[in-house]
């Protein structure tokens, strides 16, 4: 592949060529250009311009050019410009002639033809066409398990009181559920908890936390952004560790998976971004006060345990984006096969009830564009497709009717003598 | 040399507006959409003043259309005015009351401050002081609005409640912008500061205890006596006392006052001349105005011992004139520092609005109300949101609207729904923020300076006989220039050159006008000896051998009469003959120095004919008559003014007979001659005239008259009170002249050339062909008019000429209305057979248009000149600079036009470039850049707006607020700005070439309503897909806020990058570089943002990246993004293509086109 982009400006005019030759010449066997040429300043006379230029010609990639000009040009002038001549007054207040003043500088002045037209709209639909195939084949791949379980798990006594079946101390709220593995799940099989209708990118929620207080015990007091849940029944010297309503809204069902009688073990190790449990959670932060308050609103923590370990609340504390978000409770390091039961056993103790959200427990494999999600095969296929119906039309239109480039029968004047 | 120093620096930022109406700002915008550029050279503010008064075409139909005439008028001598050298007062009428004058005691300054607090002689054009600084500073700036948009946005910001972005970020805009204009304002001051220091501290000699001593300007008072040496510079405005030329005459330059580099003469007064202040003291009484900025008036008398007199214009000399060819003069300072004259004049430029940005105002109005409605749908929606959760809300774990940490139970952060809904709506207000684009008047600001630049750095603009380039005096209408349609030109030294050369004469009935003229001899022309030193003068001019050889007779009576005309000439003028040295010293020539190009023509005539003016004082000038040295006491002169369109000198001959001699132009000359002399003569001379004018040239009569001696007593009496009246001297005066000048007789006539500057025909050629229609002004006759008509191609013969040409208002309604009919019937005609050879041309004389103007045929008018290609306006109604673009051209001689002007140049021709080339980049960059500016911002907003929706409708951002408040100052600055100074649709060449490609401007193809919706239509189109694509990925998915806003931000950032990218058409390096190093700034600045470990979104970029779904989301958002807008511009060209387009196509294709299509694409030439 050969790709020129010629660099053209007006300066043909400016500085006339006087001679110009490129000769091909082998240096060490190697393929090189060299090029001589002579050209005459428009101004002056005197200052002929004379170059000199070798460079690589080799088929294919880029080349390297070196290149002489005579010294007239001046220091700065990089693109090898002429400089004005010698002046002939001595106060002149002309403007020093430059490419860059003149508004002259070499310039790539694409024009999009028909046929550039047709082989971008081609090139897209050849790139397009094919991802979306793709896409769509690692969404097929990926196997996905989806069980809503908040309402299941509600005994019926509780129908539309959930709120009370959740705040109550003596409800059972165990619950059992089973599924069936469609297809065979390879390991590493991710362990979701999904929410719907759940504004954790609510703002009075987003705002409610405080970053410094979670990286660095010195910042213990720093809980300015965190009320209601700051301090401890609003005593100053009592900071919630972590504070905020993000932490306090900690998720806090938990799953126990299955198979048969065989209990598969959940690793709940690295399910967070590394670099929240290096950096951004501190390994001397102690949870304190947490969950002390008069509402208790979700998960609590292990108080012996550093903030960078406890890895629940680092997802958790990683706000969604969207009001139906998914985050990783878990993974099982071991496949499952198809048409197997899992049975998991579900602590329904996450209060979704009072505002009408929905939970869902997912599991998923991977593909290398994530979970299933067929929105891409999909878009892709529909852009390749329509770029190549552009194309068509485009090829149409120019064989139908073509107009010559710079034809100047179509200038408005030429086609309207009147003018306006 | 010392004495080129400028004056106080501000003085050249602005121009002088004398005139009363030349800094208004122009509130003429044409109802059709038309551009003006209004040219006018050398036009002085004096005329102006007179004129105005007089106009009577300020209604406002006519206004509305921008049409403004100025006077030009020929100017033959100095300004009118009160000019009453050489005559000494003993008397004065009139005192001048204490309220309206001051009182400067002269060589007494301790006394003439004693009452009055004068100003001192320092200066200070600095604005502030360290101190004063920061207050004053801020208070400017919060005057425009813009800021003041800002500020209210981040003191919104600031309440609790409505804090959305933090404190830091959302002060961020507002504080780099005014540090920006600080920091530049205080630059600027400092330099100022720096130039009043050195100006302050220049050395001046002053008269202290009888002695010239040095002292600082800044310490010169009122009433102490300066003096002034050669080449050295007026510290204030001072009354000159004495001189060292014996009848006490000074030379001043004003380059520095009104740029005409011209010598001016300043006279001091017969009574304080022989005083040598050193020696006898020099006492007086100064009675002078109070200070105002006319820098050509000055009215005062002197009391000196115990006599009055009258003091005028010609006695005053400014600050920052420069004393030359005098060795030094002595005056007296009566105005100094902040209330000279100078300083007085240092106002503000005027200010003007394009008409771009007009259009702009209304779209902005438009996105306001959209930033309404988008904020207003967000606030209903929330208030619903609100009430349909009421009763969750207490305790909603992302909501917890009660506080249960206290004993009582309490609201946390409600304010009941009404309140939150009015809450949100401020809120959304703060959000949305950038949809009305502020940075786009900080970005049109940059990028007319930038346009700026590159206008005066074209060398094609450079005019090499002047020596000067092009200048750009205001900064905020150069698009304008792409948009013209009307062209008023005025004639004199702007078509022409403004360098008079005297051509034929026609003497008592005889027309000299020969074909025999011819150079004299190698020498050249008339030479005297004087002293042993051959004088001639400095310029040549062809003589008519036949009027030489009558010329050097002296016996009959045409002789007598050629004597007459010529002493005429070399009398009744205001020219200052110069003793210039050359490299020989046996030789000198004389210069004749003076205001009017056609005085020193007629002088330079006189001299070539054997009648040389070799000096002139106040009181006599010396004439070298044929060898023969001749002294004539000049007892009087009337100058010239644009009323009595005359001048006169009253000359008393050295056998004390007294005539005077009256020259001015016909019209005004014919009613006041005496025409039972000899009526032959006057009829033969009118037709010479006639003849004259048919091919182009000025006309100038020329009348004399015996005055008997009571004549001239009566005369001499009535002068003296009309020009020492201070209150109306000039009425005064042009009255005393107007009783002296009747019954002449008729000397003869002159003829001067005044030949049109380098490449004026072609330029109005190409500027009709652009469809611009050229109006031009002149002073001249009709005949004159149509024929440098001609011959600037201004006219055609293809053309239809119409000719109103009337006398009453009933013959003016008749010939306008048969006039509209003829051109309407034309149009038609050429409409319909698609000939369109003619095109109609528009005379109209001085006297129809008064009439017209006069009634309510202004609208006829206007309709029938909106329809001719030219208007030609033989007239002599002012003309104001009121246009749309003022250009002024420096030409030959007062750079008056250039202080008053927008644009100046050295040449007219030059404004074609300007407006074909400059003007038409101009205008498409601009029109582009703003149409761009608003998709950015709206794009980014939109996007912000579509997630408000998905947070129940909380105004959460997931685009981090750095990104949010960096977007318009990092992200994405840069390349419109740089695109909007550098990009070129087309090459000069192809604009020169085709003058047609300027209807692009005129039709307003880059920027009008059609363009801005199908813009908006594509911003709805990106920013769906921006938003959507992520959204549709990550639904039910893991992903956090701060990563999905990373990818919205990065989406936004590439998509409006790259959609520059596609309507760039020159892609430079330097465009190359602004856009993908923007794209790369945004990159990094994400990054840096995404690794401070206290911010929510820490390390999101990172984690994003390594993700395949990610770098597969930015391809398909901006490949689908960019499709409508791909298809649409490629269909465009395709099927509608503009002639940019073609144009652009045949500069990059023509040469292979020509070979294959064998010059076939030979563009058709201009068919008009």
């Not at chain 1, 129908?159 to 619950?175: L, M, P, R, V, Y």
């Not at chain 2, 007219?908 to 080339?917: N, T």
Request: glycine fraction near 6%; charged fraction near 20%.
């Amino acid at each position: 592949m050969k790709l020129s982009l010629k660099l053209e400006d007006q300066q043909q005019n400016q500085n006339p060529i006087l001679f110009k030759a490129k000769i091909p010449i082998a240096v060490f066997g190697l393929p090189f250009l060299s090029a001589f040429s002579a050209t005459h300043h428009h101004a002056a006379a005197a200052s002929d311009k004379l170059s000199l230029s070798l460079r690589t010609h080799f088929p294919t990639g880029p080349s390297l050019k070196l290149s002489y000009n005579t010294p007239t040009t001046t220091a700065n002038s990089g693109a090898g410009k002429m400089d004005t001549s010698p002046k002939p007054k001595s106060k002149s207040k002309k403007p020093k002639y430059s490419r860059f003043t003149q508004q002259e500088l070499p310039a790539w002045k694409p024009i999009l033809t028909p046929g550039w037209v047709i082989a971008s709209f081609v090139a897209v639909a050849i790139l397009f066409i094919p991802a979306g195939l793709l896409c769509l084949s690692a969404s097929e791949r990926v196997v996905e398990i989806v069980d809503r379980y908040d309402d299941e798990c509600l005994p019926d006594s509780y129908s539309n009181k959930g709120d009370s079946f959740i705040q109550s101390k003596d409800t059972n709220k165990t619950c059992v559920r089973t599924m069936k593995v469609p297809r065979k799940m390879t390991a590493p099989v991710f362990i979701y908890y999904q929410l719907d209708n759940f504004y954790q990118n609510h703002r009075r929620y987003v705002k409610s936390r405080s970053d410094k207080q979670l990286r660095d015990r010195s910042y213990a007091d720093e809980t300015r952004d965190c009320k209601p849940e700051d301090n401890l029944d609003g005593d100053e010297n009592e900071p919630i560790i972590p504070c905020g309503l993000v932490a306090w809204s900690l998720f806090n069902d938990t799953y126990k998976l299955s198979k048969g009688n065989k209990v598969l073990d959940i690793n709940k190790k690295d399910i967070a971004w590394k670099s929240d449990t290096e950096i951004k959670f501190g390994s001397d932060v102690y949870p304190k006060n947490f969950q002390k308050g008069e509402l208790i609103g979700g998960g609590e923590l292990d108080e012996t345990k550093p903030l960078s370990e406890q890895e629940d609340l680092i997802v958790w504390m990683r706000t969604a984006a969207l009001p139906n978000f998914r985050k990783l409770y878990g993974k099982i390091y071991s496949d499952l096969e198809a048409n197997e039961t899992i049975t998991i056993v579900i602590q329904n103790n996450y209060n979704t009830y009072e505002f009408g959200g929905e939970k869902r427990v997912v599991l998923s494999t991977m593909s290398w564009l994530g979970g299933k999600n067929d929105f891409f095969g999909i878009a892709f296929l529909t852009i390749g497709g329509i770029c190549l119906f552009m194309a068509i039309n485009f090829i149409l239109l120019y064989v139908c009717k073509p107009r010559p480039l710079g034809d100047p029968s179509y200038l408005s004047w030429n086609r309207n003598p009147n003018g306006l | 040399m010392a004495s080129n120093r400028p004056l106080p620096g501000p003085f050249f930022r602005s121009p002088i507006s004398a005139g009363p109406d030349l800094s208004s700002p122009t509130s003429s915008k044409n109802s059709d959409g038309s551009q003006i550029v209004n040219l006018h050279p050398q036009q002085r503010p004096d005329t102006l003043q007179n004129s105005t008064s007089q106009q009577s075409i300020s209604s406002n139909s006519w206004r509305a259309n921008s049409v403004n005439f100025g006077s030009k008028g020929v100017h033959y001598g100095s300004r009118g005015g009160a000019g009453s050298e050489g005559f000494s007062m003993s008397m004065s009428r009139r005192e001048i009351n204490d309220e309206d004058a001051r009182l400067v005691y002269v060589n007494d300054p301790l006394k003439t401050n004693e009452r009055f607090e004068f100003a001192g002689n320092s200066i200070r054009t600095g604005k502030y002081s360290v101190l004063t600084f920061l207050p004053r500073n801020l208070f400017e700036q919060f005057h425009r609005v813009a800021y003041m948009y800002f500020l209210v946005i981040a003191i919104l910001n600031q309440l609790p409640q409505l804090a959305v972005f933090g404190r830091g970020a959302s002060i961020l805009p507002l504080a780099s912008v005014l540090l920006v204009t600080a920091v530049k304002d205080a630059y600027e001051d400092w330099r100022r500061h720096r130039s009043d220091r050195i100006e302050n501290n220049r050395m001046s000699s002053v008269l202290m205890n009888d002695r010239f001593q040095e002292k600082k300007w800044k310490d010169i008072q009122v009433g102490e006596v300066i003096k002034i040496l050669a080449n050295e510079t007026m510290p204030c405005d001072i009354v000159l006392l004495s001189t060292s030329d014996p009848t006490g005459v000074a030379y001043v330059q004003t380059i520095n006052l009104d740029g005409e580099s011209n010598l001016k003469t300043r006279y001091a007064k017969q009574e304080t001349l022989p005083r040598i202040p050193e020696k006898d003291m020099i006492s007086g009484l100064i009675n002078c105005e109070k200070p105002n900025r006319n820098i050509y008036g000055f009215q005062a008398n002197m009391e000196i011992d115990g006599k009055r007199v009258s003091l005028g214009p010609s006695n005053i000399v400014l600050r920052g004139c420069v004393l030359k060819n005098t060795d030094w003069a002595v005056g007296v300072a009566v105005y100094a520092g902040r209330e000279t004259k100078a300083m007085l004049n240092n106002s503000g430029a005027p200010s003007k609005r394009s008409r771009l940005e007009t259009h702009m105002n209304r779209e902005i109005i438009l996105l306001s109300s959209f930033l309404v409605v988008l904020c207003t749908i967000v606030s209903a929606c929330a208030g619903v949101w609100l009430r349909r959760h009421r009763d969750e809300l207490d305790i909603m774990p992302f909501y917890r609207r009660k506080d249960y940490s206290k004993q009582e139970v309490e609201n946390y952060k409600y304010y009941g729904w009404g309140m939150e809904i009015f809450f949100s709506f401020l809120m959304s207000v703060i959000v949305f923020q950038i949809m009305i684009p502020i940075s786009l008047y900080i970005s049109m600001e940059l990028v007319r300076v930038g346009q700026a630049y590159f206008m005066i750095r074209d060398d094609k603009m450079f005019d090499a006989t002047s020596n000067t380039r092009f200048q750009c005096r205001a900064l905020n209408i150069n698009e304008d220039l792409g948009q013209i349609k009307y062209i008023f030109s005025d004639k004199t030294g702007t078509l022409t050159e403004n360098k008079m050369e005297f051509q034929f004469a026609s003497i008592s009935g005889v027309n000299y006008s020969g074909e025999k003229t011819e150079f004299l001899g190698e020498e050249g022309g008339y030479s005297i000896q004087v002293e042993g030193q051959v004088w001639r003068p400095k310029m040549k001019v062809q003589v008519d051998r036949e009027l030489l050889q009558l010329s050097q007779t002296r016996n009959d009576t045409k002789s007598k009469e050629i004597y007459d005309f010529f002493l005429a000439l070399a009398a009744c003028n205001t020219i200052v003959p110069i003793v210039v040295n050359t490299s020989d010293p046996t030789e000198k020539l004389i210069d004749y120095q003076g205001e009017s190009p056609d005085e020193q023509a007629l002088v330079y005539a006189a001299a070539a004919y054997g009648f040389m003016l070799i000096e002139r004082t106040s009181g006599h000038i010396v004439i070298d008559i044929q060898g023969e040295r001749q002294r004539f006491n000049v007892l009087g002169m009337h100058e010239f003014d644009s009323d009595r369109k005359r001048m006169s000198v009253i000359l008393g001959y050295p056998d004390s007979t007294v005539k005077v001699f009256v020259k001015g132009a016909d019209t005004t000359m014919f009613k006041i001659i005496d025409k039972s002399l000899n009526l032959d003569v006057v009829k033969a001379t009118e037709t010479h005239l006639h003849s004259y004018s048919s091919i182009g040239l000025r006309t100038l009569v020329v009348g004399m008259r015996g005055l008997s001696i009571s004549e001239f007593e009566q005369w001499q009496s009535s002068y003296e009170i009309a020009s020492t009246a201070l209150m109306g001297r000039a009425g005064l005066l042009r009255k005393v002249a107007i009783n002296l000048e009747n019954n002449l007789s008729l000397l003869g006539a002159s003829a001067i050339e005044d030949r049109l500057q380098k490449g004026v025909p072609e330029a109005i050629e190409s500027l009709r062909t652009a469809s611009i229609k050229v109006w031009v002004l002149t002073g001249d006759k009709q005949e004159t008019a149509i024929s440098i008509g001609y011959s600037s191609k201004l006219l055609t013969s293809k053309m239809v000429q119409i000719i109103i040409n009337n006398n009453s208002k009933v013959s003016c309604r008749k010939s306008l209305e048969d006039a509209l009919i003829t051109s309407r019937k034309l149009i038609n005609v050429t409409r319909a057979s698609d000939d369109d050879a003619s095109s109609v041309a528009l005379i109209i004389d001085g006297t129809s248009l008064v009439y017209i103007l006069d009634s309510e045929l202004e609208e006829q008018l206007f309709e029938l000149a909106s329809k001719c290609a030219v208007v030609l306006c033989a007239n002599d109604v002012s003309m104001i600079q009121m246009a749309d673009v003022g250009v002024g051209l420096s030409g030959q001689e007062g750079r008056q036009a250039v202080m008053a002007s927008d644009f100046a140049m050295g040449q007219f021709r030059f404004l074609v470039p300007l407006l074909l080339v400059h003007g038409h980049w101009n205008y498409q960059r601009m029109g582009y850049m703003i149409l761009y500016n608003f998709y950015r911002n709206a794009l980014f907003v939109l996007v912000l707006f579509w997630y408000v929706l998905f947070t129940g409708f909380t105004l959460t951002t997931a685009i981090t607020e750095w990104s949010s408040v960096l977007y318009s100052i990092i992200y994405t600055a840069i390349p419109t700005i740089v695109i909007g100074i550098l990009d070129k649709d087309l090459s000069r060449r192809s604009l020169m070439t085709y003058p047609q490609l300027y209807g692009a401007g005129q039709r307003q193809e880059s920027y009008n309503a059609k363009l801005f919706w199908l813009t908006m239509a594509d911003m709805l189109w990106q920013s769906v897909v921006a938003f959507f694509i992520p959204l549709f990925a990550y639904w039910k998915s893991e992903i956090d806020s701060s990563s999905i806003g990373d990818l919205w931000t990065l989406a936004v950032v590439f998509m409006v990058n790259i959609h520059l990218a596609m309507d760039v058409i020159r892609w430079t390096w330097i465009s190359h570089a602004s856009i993908w190093g923007s794209i790369i700034a945004t990159c990094i600045c994400v990054i840096v943002i995404d690794a401070v470990p206290v911010l929510p979104g820490y390390w999101a970029i990172f984690n994003l990246a390594s993700s395949g779904l990610f770098w597969i989301c930015l391809l398909g958002i901006l490949v689908t993004a960019m499709i409508p807008r791909f298809v649409i511009k490629m269909f465009m060209q395709h099927c509608k293509p503009c002639d940019i387009q073609i144009a652009r196509e045949a500069e990059k294709f023509s040469n292979r086109m020509e070979s294959t299509r064998n010059g076939e694409i030979e563009m058709n030439p201009p068919q008009r």
